[in-house]
């Protein structure tokens, strides 16, 4: 065995710099505070930054950032460089790090987002691109999705589109709705035609208009304005200002890896650690004897099997074998009868083998090559592909596995070695299954994989069905493969493979068998249907969707098998459309908007499309988030101590465990809380009872993080569990446990009117709660000066003013003495609405009666907030003379409920929109316009307001969809009024501080909180116009409650418009002070101004103020004037539905957006701001699926496992935005509108185009139009709402099983 020492000589090369671990005689890997990217099998993460071996290694990288820790968001996602010796060529590939063990980068390069560019040196050209076409927004995901970006482009100076998509398929956003990283991406690629409006006619660039931009020249705003009639404009940034690629400019792979890996070393590598032992044979006969010796060690090697069963079972191995260096295990050959890979290929490298292959052979020898890598392309991200190995996904069997179904059918045989020899045993069934007697033996490995060619009259498929079309494990995945009688279409023999339908890969071999010497017709169809709804038995709570809906793609994809083979026979047959895939394509759009005034001086950024302030920042890794502040002198850490149980009493906490383990300093519990422990109903620390799984009990501190964590697990908590336990709103309503009093606006009278209607359509509507998903976990730095108990924290947090009460009274230490920073953040209810609308049969709606009940979870917080709002905002678009809507919060013992983005409107609308819809599809589509606001007129709770701008908007869709031609699928057009802001004055109201420094340097600071919205970038825009002075002068450093006290938390879309005022009032009052210095030297510059001022002993720096709008809501009388003003939009979507599967999106889905936002004072900023929101709204309404909790109340969806967001190929394929051209409102600042949150709501279009698909389908097969597709509109639940021969089928079976 070797030497630490020896191991440490080769170390790993960190390419900022790269370098060399040194020798040394020992390893110590100390925890930091950041969470990192390098794991170790020891248990914690470490960044480069924070690796240490001997004496300190300090790296401190920050830019690489960790948010899920499971492989599945990309945010971690860095570049391996590996000598590779087969092909003996460097290979780059993305990993992410959050999943790699630290010692399995021995002789590898590792590039993080630091050592790619920098905005001290030189920036990257993919860095500077993501940035200028606004693919920024709160910055969290940026240095994930630029690594992706720039391993694909060392691989691929001009990639394909379709590489592009396959390359940041594994990275999520959740801010920009990915258009605009896709469009900064897109410039690389070969085929981009560099114009927005590609192929639709008039194209901006053409008109030679560009040359007249009107900003450029010394101003330091970005280019890109291309003026065309109207002041109409599709550009929002200057591709030609981009610096090109270079890629001879790139970092080279280290010379002392590359000699390195020329003479590899031979000797056994191992790393000891505190509970694991790594060891890294450098022979294939080394490794054999190792096995051996520790037959229960696994082999690791893309951790992406091992390393999540770790994290989320405790799974634990005291010794780990790394076969990462035996290239016997990477060898490829091929015979003329098929092909062999070694086991340690990655799957990237496997889909590239095959991809080899299939361009060489004949078609019918590479039928199960071809339905390998149609999975390839879909399984995980690249990430997860470029790690996970073939031998480790065969080995780990997973269930829901996508290759292994094809693998069985496709005859695959696994080439095992020992110490005694080798042997060959087929993946098969039994294999599959774990059986011992089909298994390899404790001292085997799997050396490689052999896959035979197919042959003439053998077709094989591969099907799967998961939530998101990529980055999602299947529900259901299958393998398929018929071969027939030379000539004829008889069945010689067939093979069928699931996953995802039981505890392991299934083959269907009974069916099979029974179904040799058939014809391949209808009748066998129908006959292999029953023959596998009986034998594919589901056990009761199989992960991944219903019983129901899993049998039903078993026979569904046994029907495209059956067409895609007909195909291939060349019968025809009438269903074969339903066999196109849905390809992921680089979407295409315009964005629209109003250019300035050509008046309006250059220097004046207002209404410009200025790229993020902290854009460049974000794309570097320069921009620092909470948990990149480096170390403080003796750093504790905090672990929550957190209730196992939904509704209980505590009988007992016994500390005394946790107390005793090395490192802990302390347990914090309710008794040492000096001040006041939260309110009454919502402790912040539980003192005799809980009220849900979650709540927090207790918290301990230690000196490190791992040591915090164990002694979590060492505090010993006693409960007594009380009745009732309720989790489900119609439980809440029987026990009538409510969290607050019902909210209630009523006009004309709903009774009359429901006597005289024509017709009545009642219902329930589900909205499912959503989670926010910030890609920023939630952090918090809490500094104690040393004296007078003052305290400084920096957190990730809207409303620090909040925070700082809180900490101050639960310290009793008085809020002057507390300061919390923010310098940038990282950015669920469930409803139900019983609803009874009445019509007459035009059309006109004559009277709505809406129910609501929202999931509140166990305590208030902002519950009551949402139901009012629900209530205000939920008329929507449409004047109803007699209108009923009632709400009420429920109480459950779930963990406490929040807002969310819109606050309640986007799930309150929904039931509304529900309700236009189903009259519409009785009276016809023109129900919408027909019972919209047209004039002047009052809300429900009687606020006038104009909606001019909103008929504005509809037309002008309208108008952009009569000059496109629809596909018939499913269309729906939602119209959107939106009222912005609280209702409460109070609430709208905000401060600004303006320092003007000697050299004329000028300090912003405003109440307004940085998550990603662009609130500084707009901030500055103010500032510089009121100043005059460009914005390269100015500076925002972060939110602190020391420099703007008393702020309100940035929320309700009002944030940008009022703290712009406080920074207009107090660049005003500066202004007001230079004047008469101006005045004397008009010609003078703005530092003579400033100098001279100073010298005038003027004061420069002046705190604005705006006192905001007046905002009041009486509800005993149901009347106020609750919202300062509206935001009006409209929103077409069409969408195409896969009826066998439930598959929906992206293939051919448009949308159309128009939007009011009057004069926007960025349009970058607001095209993203609308764009994002749509995008967590079509998630809201098609992907999130509601939380999932055990029956004992834990909840389940904790990550991206278990938790869709959409991805980068759920983007609209097409997707325009326009902002309305000439729309004014007097209220605003510069006449701009909040749009941070309507646009959550125009995603519902995509959730009433699929239901309008549905109804096609239904329409199409004899089936009554009344159905209920609840929101979430899942695969599943279209699926089953197409209900059809198949679903009849499964239900048929079982009822008689
Ligand atoms: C975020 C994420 C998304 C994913 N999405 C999908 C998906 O969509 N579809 C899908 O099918 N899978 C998916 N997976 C699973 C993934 O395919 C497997 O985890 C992966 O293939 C395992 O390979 P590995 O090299 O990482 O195995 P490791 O974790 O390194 O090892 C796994 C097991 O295999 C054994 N093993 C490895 N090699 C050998 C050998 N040569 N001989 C004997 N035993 C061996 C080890 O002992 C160990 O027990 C996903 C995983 C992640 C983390
Ligand atoms: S933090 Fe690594 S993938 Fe999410
Ligand atoms: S910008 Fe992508 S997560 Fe915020």
Redesign the pocket.
Known sequence: MSSVTQLIRYGVAFTDTWRQATDSSDLHLTPQRKPSWLETPWGGHYHGGNLFLDRPFPVRLTGTKYACG???CGACTVMVSKHDPVSRKIRHFSV?AC?VPICSLYGAAVTTVEGVGSIKTRLHPVQERIAKSHGTQCGFCTPGMVMSMYTLLRNHPQPSEEQLMEALG?NLCRCTGYRPILESGRTFCAESSGCQQKGRGKCCLDQGENAASSLGGESDVSPGFCPLPERICTELFAKDEFQPLDPTQELIFPPELLRMAENPEKRTLTFHGERVTWISPGTLKDLLELKVKHPD?????????????KKSQGHFHPVL?S?ARISE?SMVSTTSEGLTIG??C??AQVKDILAGRVSELPEEKTQTYRALLK?LK????QQ??N??????????R?C?????PVLAVGNTALNLMSKEGTRQIPLDRDFLAGLASAD?KPE????SVYIPHSQRWEFVSAF?Q?QCQQ????DV?AGMRVLFQEGTDTIEDLSLAY?GVGDATISAQKSCQQLLGRHWNEPMLDEACRLLLDEVSLPGGAPGGSVEFKRTLVVSFFFKFYLEVLQELKKPDRFLSALEDFPATVPQGVQRYQSVDSHQALQDPVGRPIMHLSGLKHATGEAIFCDDIPTVDKELFMALVTSTRAHAKIISVDLSKALELPGVVDVITAEDIPGTNGAEDDRLLAVDKVLCVGQIVCAVVAETEAQAKRAVEETKIAYEDLEPVIFTIEDAIKHSSFLCPEKKLEQGNVEKAFEEVDQIVEGEVHVGGQEHFYMETQRVLVIPKTEDKELDIYVSTQDPAHVQKTVSSTLDIPINRITCHVKRVGGGFVHLGLKSVGFMNSGRIRALDIECFINGGCTLDDSELVTEFLILKMENAYKIHNLRFRGRACMTNLPSNTAFRGFGFPQGTLVTESCITAVAAKCGPSVREKNMYKTVDKTIYKQAFNPEPLIRCWNELAEFNKKNYWRKRGLAVVPMKFSVGFAATSFHQAAALVHIYTDGSVLVTHGGNELGQGIHTKMLQVASRELKVPTSHMHICETSTATVPNTIATAASIGSDVNGRAVQNACQILLKRLEPIIKKNPEGTWEDWVKAAFEQRISLSATGYFRGYEAFMDWEKGEGDPFPYYVYGAASSEVEVDCLTGAHKVKKIRTDIVMDACCSLNPAIDIGQIEGSFTQGMGLYTTEEELKYSPEGVLYSRG??DYKIPTITDVPEEFNVSLLPSSQTPLTIYSSKGLGESGMFLGSSVFFAIADAVATARRERDIAEDFTVRSPATPERVRMACADRFTEMVRDSRLFS
């Open positions: 499971r492989g599945g992410t999943l594994g060690a696994p082999l690791i090697l893309g951790n992406t099997s091992l390393g999540p069963a074998l076969p295990l086991a340690g990655s799957l999975h879909r399984l995980a991200g997860i592909r790690m996970a190995s073939l031998g480790g996904h065969i080995m780990s997973h829901y596995s996508d290759l292994n390899l085997e490995i799997l050396e799967r998961a980055n999602a494990l299947a995945t996953g991206p496992d």
